[in-house]
């Protein structure tokens, strides 16, 4: 397989929805799937498909085309779904509760072994069958857990004291849906930002852009 040192983040972020489309595709009993083929339903270019698969080796055969079924092996086998990495969520408001409740971090690759939050209210209970703990607690579990990822569901200004203590405790992979930019000061962590304020704004800027357009 290639060295993957200069895959550009653009062909890293459609891996999923190959991987996505193509579990799919397996599902629904397809065996076999042309580049035109796959183009046509996911809205790349032929040539953009082939493009993107060979940044990671071989595969399908010119005339012949892709098994469904390997290739979304493959794909998964690329994205490390089946990782499983420990990771705990801070933050059990409304979206961390939506977060825990209804993803299923197993089939992407984590498993979420931890939950806490300052609320007096909510530690205690628990959240997708967790015990949702007192942040207080955290460095403890981290040193006995030991996981390597944090969801933040907290507000901004408690970000940078919090990504502070992970960071100190060898954490240095987030997922972020604050709006503070944990990155700027730690440039080796490993940072997915989850706005979704802009992505709000940005299909509100799309319609308009649309609807101001002559018809």
Request: hydrophobic content about 35%.
């Amino acid at each position: 397989m290639p060295k993957r040192d200069n895959i550009s983040m653009s062909v890293i972020r459609r891996l999923p929805r190959y991987y996505r489309f193509l579990h799919h595709l397996k599902s629904k009993g397809v065996k076999r799937i042309s580049s035109k083929e796959l183009s046509e339903k996911m809205g790349f270019t032929a040539s953009q498909i082939r493009q993107d698969l060979n940044c990671f080796g071989g595969f399908g055969q010119q005339g012949y085309g892709y098994l469904v079924e390997q290739l979304c092996e493959e794909m998964g086998n690329i994205l490390g779904v089946s990782n499983r990495y420990r990771c705990i969520l801070i933050g059990a408001g409304n979206l961390g509760q939506a977060i825990a409740s209804h993803l299923s971090f197993e089939t992407q690759g984590f498993s979420l072994t931890g939950i806490f939050d300052n609320d007096p209210d909510k530690i205690g209970t628990t959240l997708n069958d967790l015990p949702i703990r007192d942040v207080s607690t955290l460095e403890q579990f981290c040193r006995e857990t030991q996981p390597v990822m944090a969801i933040l569901c907290v507000p901004r200004a408690a970000v940078e004291s919090l990504s502070d203590q992970l960071y100190a405790m060898g954490i240095k992979n987030f997922w972020n849906f604050s709006h503070y930019d944990i990155a700027m000061k730690y440039p080796d962590a490993i940072v997915e930002n989850v706005h979704l304020n802009d992505s709000l704004m940005t299909l509100c800027y799309r319609i308009s852009d649309r609807d101001s357009r002559p018809s």
